[in-house]
DNA sequence: TATTAATATTACATTTTTGTAAGATAGCAA
DNA sequence: TTGCTATCTTACAAAAATGTAATATTAATA
């Protein structure tokens, strides 16, 4: 069950909307004290926020730039000004949705669902990275090309996964090296260009060798 | 670069869009063709699609459906029908996001930024699902609670993982053994016993071994 | 071209992961 | 209680993953 927290200085509108959503199989929190409020709505946990621009204190834009600086969830902004500079803002503050009162209630329910759907896919789908020349298979840790599949290690993997993330920029190899080892433990430079090699063994099993490119003196190139 | 698909019947505006959304970094791709449409789309491998929702042969609230059967890629619907109806159908057909025309491009832009953030996340971001009682760390292949960090093997990892997409409900033996060994490999039963066993070993030493609840005859739980 | 430093390759030893076997325990029904 | 079956526990051997060392190759530049 999602927990959604709304935050609204409107008593009223805000226990209507509580009600609502409890109605619709969610689990609805309210927040009514605007003080702490970054740090409470932290706190709480919740796996999206329908949030009002008009508050006391500071406005909901401010906060949802600070919850940006910290943290993924879903943002729903909701505000009576139906202004496109204020969408503008919010959106580029970093919310996902923008939601103008008096708002259709099945609409702003099909957002909601629409935005979780999107934010837990990692979390209920596989967890695939679709690169083109192959399919990152990190939940059982694969690297698939049409109907081949091979078997990574967990240094493969993490080597693979991190250069995909990357992709198209040089990666250093003392980058690499601090996602692959904790920096404390003195692991000699060779052992990444062995692990490097055993990646690209696996990769020329599916024709793509040469998909990761050295830098000479710089590091390594997913292209 | 992220590439997008523009599908838009009328000309002058898809070409005016494409290179407005040139200008701002993306690989604009243009559809003219609109019968085989959605299996053109789908081999198009866009980031993101711009779909208008008047077009010609089929309407595309229906590809937009048609898409979401086999792919969760970013949907935009674009439509000049200023209509709560449409976007209330747009969105419960999986659409992530509603504009009408004639629409302000910097909005447009905002949302297709604020889309594709939120898309991107799984790819961009350290792959981690927040369990409340622990983080499973799944680009790393970690169990973490407050500041302990376990090491999950390929296997502990597969099963824990399955496990939280499947939380708060049974989830029998035979389902976990086909998730974790191709059906074809015969592999004794015991074999996931000990294997769970091992997990909750490591589940232990974070105070949450009984996280994962035997339901004798069914399968496991994890609470 | 010769030199040097960076990276690649190969082989091997150690460590970790994994599956199996054998016996123990626990829940349930007669 | 007894017997049965599902699950658990422990120990061990085989297989896989990993780090290291020794040597080879390559690219840059003096």
Not at 10 to 27: P, Q, T, W
Not at 82 to 93: A, R, T
Request: net charge negative; glycine share 2%.
């Amino acid at each position: 069950m999602y927990k959604i927290l709304i935050v609204e200085d409107d008593e009223k509108l805000r226990n209507e909307l509580k009600i609502f959503l409890e109605r619709n199989g969610f689990n609805a929190v309210i927040m009514d004290n605007f003080k702490n409020i970054v740090q409470d709505i932290l706190n709480l946990k919740a796996d999206l926020i329908l949030l009002d621009i008009n508050l006391p204190y500071v406005d909901g834009e401010f906060i949802c730039k600070e919850i940006r600086k910290v943290s993924n969830i879903p943002i729903i902004m909701v505000t009576s000004r139906d202004s496109e500079l204020d969408e503008l803002i919010s959106l580029n503050y970093g919310a996902d949705q923008y939601v103008t009162k008096p708002y259709n209630i099945q609409i702003l329910l099909a957002k909601i669902n629409a935005l979780l759907r999107r934010s837990k896919e990692t979390d209920t789908n596989q967890n695939k990275i679709d690169c083109n020349e192959f399919i990152l298979n990190i939940s059982k840790s694969l690297l698939e090309k049409d109907d081949v599949k091979i078997e990574l290690t967990k240094n493969e993997m993490k080597i693979l996964h991190y250069l995909v993330m990357k992709r198209g920029c040089i990666v250093s190899r003392e980058e690499i090296m601090d996602y692959l080892w904790d920096s404390q433990s003195f692991i000699d430079d060779n052992t990444l260009t062995v692990n490097i090699k055993r990646l690209r063994n696996k990769l020329e099993e599916i024709d793509l060798k040469d998909i990761i490119e050295t830098k000479r003196g710089q590091g390594y190139l997913l292209k």
